[in-house]
């Protein structure tokens, strides 16, 4: 049971170029997220989904696409990367179904550190 | 949309010792859900503690207790019996019990003394 992976933990790009962050979860959760963290700013919610085929978004989704074509997947596209997306990434999993608060804990991944030149 | 602030950006404490970290929302929910997470340097998230609003008992996790006062809307978290491993940044998270997405306040630093 590995948890909620997340690939690459580094990454540098240059602005203009375009790239996926992976995110894996074996817990055969419905709900997947994916965070941005700044300084000062603590984490803010891009884009989240509630099941296979369904996303919608958060707080900060310009310039990211996501897509959910498995329980297990939820990738984040960076289309045109700019120097403002310079910034850790995490992806986080949860139950769906139930909503108190212990029965669906957010799972958290590792995170990416991602740099746009 | 929910507003979650810390206001304070570090602390620092003694091994052994008791530090309190104050977190505020703002919010029109009555049904909701209080987290403190921790983020160590290795930058993982762990979830150390959360509180039902319904709930009027304070959470306690081991060392770990929230003082919540929701008429006020304040949850603080306070470390007792500090240790260096408490040593970490941690965030105040919000969540309504009708929604799946957390509101996150700014963090607080704390670092342990040995």
């Known amino acids: 049971n590995a948890g909620v992976t997340q690939t690459p933990k580094f990454q540098v790009l240059k602005t203009g170029q375009s790239m996926t962050l992976q995110c894996a979860q074996d817990?055969?959760?419905?709900?997947m997220s994916w965070y941005r963290q700044d300084p000062g700013m603590g984490l803010r919610l891009i884009h989240y989904?509630?099941?296979?085929?369904?996303?919608d978004q958060g707080e900060v989704p310009n310039g990211y696409n996501v897509s959910r074509s498995t329980t297990e997947d939820f990738p984040l596209r960076l289309l045109s990367a700019a120097p403002s997306q310079t910034s850790v990434y995490f992806c986080?999993?949860?139950?769906?179904?139930?909503?108190?608060?212990?029965?669906?804990?957010?799972?958290f991944g590792p995170g990416t550190r991602l740099t746009v030149l | 949309a929910q507003t979650v602030t810390q206001s304070q950006p570090e602390m620092s404490v003694q091994e052994a010792e008791t530090v309190t970290l104050s977190c505020t929302y703002d919010?029109?929910?009555?049904?909701?859900?209080l987290f403190w997470y921790k983020q160590p340097p290795s930058r993982q998230m762990i979830l150390v503690i959360r509180?039902?609003?319904?709930?009027?008992q304070n959470a306690t996790e081991n060392r770990f207790s929230v003082n919540f006062q929701k008429a006020a809307k304040s949850f603080s978290l306070k470390i007792s019996d500090s240790q260096l491993g408490d040593t970490a940044m941690y965030f105040c998270?919000?969540?309504?019990?009708?929604?799946?997405?957390?509101?996150f306040g700014a963090g607080t630093t704390v670092t342990v003394r040995a």
């Open positions: 986080a999993s949860s139950r769906a179904h139930e909503k108190r608060a212990w029965a669906d804990t957010q799972y």
């Open positions: 817990m055969n959760h419905e709900y």
């Open positions: 989904s509630v099941g296979a085929g369904i996303t």
């Open positions: 919010t029109s929910e009555s049904n909701y859900y």
């Open positions: 509180q039902e609003a319904y709930k009027q």
């Open positions: 998270a919000f969540r309504a019990s009708n929604d799946y997405k957390l509101s």
